[in-house]
């Protein structure tokens, strides 16, 4: 079958006029939106914009705001583009129905990554198409929130071009009621005025004449030294719903008779269960039902910790088959050998591992762990099936992936199921497509109580043991220094649970370099961690570049920049942050400096992190200075807050993250075997930014890549010590034994 | 049985079993779904309320053993408009996801009513609750400045 969005994609060459065309509606659908998501007195005026009659623009949003703030900003480009009073601009989730589509997101990557094509989509939405269909077509409609995309696709390449488009048809239809042309007419604070006659209408008197014009596929643009409301600070939308506790996220759903779940999976991925035997809990008070399921037993309650205890009485008895006898170890061994005998070539540069021969070889080996999300709020949803239907409540990363996966879960037509996207606490690629584990449990509970809606929830022993976890990778480095110190040859080897990953290629000019992956599988779930494969290849390539800064026993910023230049901006962010740090200035006994850049989702970012290594091998991290050059950031603050966090998200996974495999099954089970950062952990920390004018970059992920690589940087710039294997906190002896042997 | 409960103010009675844990009393029996359900062993304080004004982690606590204590909970909180605190939180935009919030919220309101200007230090130690989003360089600043103005007669 070819639909019509193939053939727009087939004409990649021709994009930016097709991209136009395909993503604004025309009139017919402008109908269907508003029957399906439109307000008394709200007209919808292109995609993505309703007016309101008292002028208010709500901007329809196929995203869930995970709390990167993402609403607010993409409200600010359509509010840039139309001219709208900022003051009365709000935004909404669109609804889960392919008329909200997020076409645009597609497109963004289409035309924004040159490395797309049918077998390397990008590792954040590899879940939400199947194998057999992994063609550029098959993530158009969708609705993922991920990959830092938001802004840069979907805001770029959708919302701010219906935002202009929509601006011109209410210009047209204030034209067309005073008889005027269309260039004699201005728009400023929600009006179009006509200056000329001083007369003028708000945007809500012509939303609904507005509507019935055709969009122009080419809107006017505003240039962006005309921005006013785009590069500003803006307060979010969302929080002070956030500090009165009255967000209802996906956890908070209350339907009229509802029954709450609690589930045992099989502690061994793979396993099923053979038995269960429900006498423990017979008589208990407000048990309903057990339910078997192919790999967990569900315990339906009148109340959630009814449901739990309950459950926790169980004794299920599952298969682990010879899965059972897999541990971290095994892993590691398997990832070893794979290095030496499944390589893969993916990029050769000039002569590649044969510049190697002959010359003295620089070698380490790194590995990083598997980790868990530990979103705040554990995976759960609500759902009812009756009289041959599904509804269903969660809070996800793609709201029409949810509905779809559901539909798949019930055996129904996705006509038959209705999905409400709830804000969530905490996305970080757990709740993407591929990963709906807790939707599918949900699902087949429901089904189980026909006709009455029931909630399951993990407990966080529940989430944290069946989570899709950042992989954990073993990467082997081979160099070989050349005049001055430089860096003649690059060879790496890593192991990889799917595609070669773009993240591996570097950003340095090395004359010979050649790359390499190695394919190992293991039983271990994997999905998409925030910031994906620069969370290890960040980790592992700036910390190898500091090694042979070290052997070349260069300044590791000034030898960074050597290699950086020909990439202006990788090298002004570099010495914005080293500047800012007091890069050079001596430091304390005890206390290291240490520098790492790593460009991510189109925005780069380095991070100079300063530490204090005590006696005992204790690590504090006390400040990093982070320069971002994201092109110009949307909402400077909010930008501001996802750096912030992504340098906390990598920070407590270096420092403490580790989920290990024991008997097939995850070792770890809740927060005090897994630890992250706390308020105790929190170094200070500035950003700043160095403006361009490159394409807007990503925001929610970029901030995490760099940190890890900073931190053990600076270690090893206090003590000598390199540590090539996270978390930190288990190398504490070697450490506190590189602090003494350093005095 | 029934358990009589001062939730918000408020003299609430319930049917329950006395060891049923006070966080999904609140939110199931109550539904105050404000306070937030995160590890269920006292280890994140998203259930963070406070007993007799003490900021307590009530996952872990049965219901029996508050019945003579007055709760509140983030509504009951709020209940007069936003506290200086949730003002705070809005000046400096501290949430992102803001499902730790309510918790937080409730444990540095504890912390400052009995010692409102806590030094960095201090704020280590008392605010423990986790926070996944990484909004605890927000949370320092929004308390340092509520800890400065609070110095000020």
Known sequence: ?743 | MTIRLNVNGATREIDVEPDAPLLWVLRDELGLTGTKFGCGVAQCGACTVHLNGEAKRSCVIPVGAVADMQIVTIEGLSAHGPTPVQKAWVEHQVPQCGYCQSGMIMAVSALLAKNPSPTDEELKTEITNICRCGTYPRIRAAVRALAAAKALP
């Open chain 1, 1 to 743: 079958m070819t639909t019509r969005r193939m053939v727009i994609l087939g004409g990649l060459g021709a994009a930016s006029a097709l991209v136009v065309g395909y993503a604004l509606w025309p009139s017919t659908r402008i109908a269907r939106a508003d029957a399906m998501a439109a307000r008394a007195g709200e007209r919808f005026v292109s995609n993505w914009i309703k007016i309101g009659r008292d002028d208010t623009v709500t901007v329809v949003i196929p995203h869930c705001d995970m709390g990167t703030g993402i609403f607010t900003s993409l409200s600010q480009m359509a509010a840039e583009e139309l001219d709208a009073d900022w003051n009365k601009v709000r935004a909404e989730t669109a609804p889960a129905d392919s008329l909200f589509a997020n076409g645009p997101l597609g497109e963004g990557f289409i035309l924004g990554e040159k490395d797309i094509y049918p077998n390397n989509i990008p590792a954040f939405l590899r879940g939400t198409v199947a194998n057999s269909f992994r063609t550029i077509a098959g993530f158009m409609d969708l609705q993922v929130t991920g990959g830092s995309s938001a802004i840069r696709a979907t805001g770029v390449f959708g919302i701010r071009i219906a935002a202009a488009a929509a601006r011109e048809m209410l210009v047209a239809a204030a034209a067309a009621r005073w008889n005027v042309a269309p260039e004699t007419c201005s728009t400023r604070v929600s009006r179009v005025l006509h200056e000329a006659s001083g007369r003028s209408f708000g945007f809500g008197e012509l939303a609904a004449d507005a509507a019935r014009h055709d969009p122009s596929s080419h809107p006017r643009l505003k240039p962006k030294d005309q921005y006013t409301i785009v590069g500003k600070s803006v307060l979010r939308f969302d929080i002070p719903r956030k500090v009165d506790g009255t967000t209802a996220y996906g956890i908070d759903v209350r339907e009229p008779g509802m029954l709450f779940a609690a589930i045992r999976i099989s502690p061994v991925f793979g396993g099923n269960l053979r038995s269960v035997d429900a006498a423990p809990i017979s008589g208990r008070r407000g048990i309903h039902k057990v339910i078997k399921l192919d790999d967990a037993v569900v315990v339906v309650a009148d109340r959630f910790w009814r449901a739990r205890d309950a459950a926790a009485l169980l004794n299920p008895i599952f298969d682990d088959g010879v899965l059972g006898g897999v541990t971290s170890t095994t892993i590691a061994a398997r990832r070893k050998a794979a290095l030496d005998d499944a390589l893969k070539s993916d990029l050769t540069v000039g002569s590649g591992a044969d510049a190697l021969k002959s010359q003295k070889v620089i070698e380490a080996t790194y590995q990083v762990p598997y980790l868990a999300h530990a979103t705040m709020e554990p995976m759960n949803a609500t759902a009812i099936y009756r009289n041959g239907s599904l509804e269903v409540w969660s809070g996800t990363q793609d709201g029409l992936g949810s509905r779809a996966a559901c539909a798949k879960s019930a055996g129904l037509p996705i006509e038959k199921v209705t999905f409400h996207l709830l804000p969530m606490g905490g996305g970080f690629g757990r709740r993407l497509p591929g990963f709906f584990n807790f939707l599918d449990y949900a699902v087949k509970t429901a089904m189980a109580v026909p006709g009455t809606p029931v909630k399951l929830v993990f407990t966080r022993e529940q989430d944290m043991q069946h989570d899709f976890y950042r992989p954990n990778v073993m990467s082997r480095f081979r160099a070989a220094l050349g005049a001055g110190g430089m860096p003649a040859v690059w060879v790496n080897d890593y192991t990889t649970d799917d595609d070669p990953n773009p993240e591996a290629h570097i950003l340095y000019a090395i004359p010979n370099q050649a790359i390499s992956a190695a394919l190992v599988r293991t039983h271990v779930p994997t999905g998409p961690w925030r910031s994906v494969e620069a969370s290890w290849h960040g980790f592992f390539i700036e910390s190898f570049i500091d090694e042979l800064a070290h052997r070349a026993k260069a300044d590791p910023v000034a030898y960074r920049l050597k290699l950086l230049a020909d990439k202006p901006r990788h090298a002004a962010t570099l010495e914005l942050a080293a500047r800012k740090a007091g890069w050079g200035a001596p430091l304390a006994h005890g206390r290291g400096r240490g520098v790492a850049i790593v460009e991510s989702f189109k925005s780069i970012v380095c991070h100079v992190a300063d530490v204090t290594v005590a006696a005992n091998g204790s690590v504090k991290i006390d400040r990093v200075v982070s320069a971002v050059d994201c092109g110009m950031a949307v909402n400077p603050d909010g930008m501001r807050a996802q750096i912030e966090g992504g340098i906390l998200f990598g920070l407590g996974a270096a420092q403490y993250g580790e989920i290990t495999i024991d008997k097939g099954a995850v070792a770890q089970a809740n927060f005090p075997d897994y630890p992250v950062a706390r308020l105790a952990d929190c170094p200070d920390i500035e950003i700043h930014f160095h403006d361009s004018d490159a394409p807007l970059g990503g925001g929610g992920e970029p901030g995490v890549p760099p940190t890890a690589p900073a931190i053990t940087n600076a270690i090893f710039a206090a003590t000598g010590v390199r540590i090539r294997d996270l978390p930190i906190i288990k190398h504490a002896s070697l450490i506190a034994h590189g602090a003494t042997a350093s005095l």
